[in-house]
Nanobody, 115 residues
């Protein structure tokens, strides 16, 4: 089994920054990458960024200028640094361990950007 717990969400003013963290525990052999997603109210799930077990990263082109994904292997966390946040960045941000026989999801963390 793999467990993921997100943290770092909250309320931020437009133009501000947040750093989300995804704590990953369990068997690393059960997944190949950890992805970040978000879901805004009334919108579909949106892929944001990915990092593989060997550290290769990918950020969705629409987010590339503002979002950065990284990992802290000592803490077993995958982090999403977000800058220049705007109101349409509001939503629930979730991480998922993917690439194995099953996908494992965290419970999500709310990000609210006030204008």
């Amino acid at each position: 089994q793999v467990q993921l717990v997100e943290s770092g969400g909250g309320l931020v003013q437009a133009g501000g920054s947040l750093r989300l963290s995804c704590k990953v525990s369990g068997s690393e052999s059960k997944f190949k990458a950890v992805n970040w997603y978000r879901r805004a109210t009334g919108k579909e799930l949106e892929f944001l960024a990915s990092i593989t077990r060997d550290g290769h990263t990918y950020v969705a082109p629409a987010m590339m200028r503002r979002f950065t994904i990284s990992r802290d292997t000592a803490k077993a966390t995958v982090e999403l640094q977000m800058t220049g946040l705007q109101s349409d960045d509001t939503g629930i941000y979730s991480c998922a361990a993917v690439g194995g026989q099953s996908e494992y999801w965290g419970q999500g963390t709310q990000v609210t950007v006030s204008s």
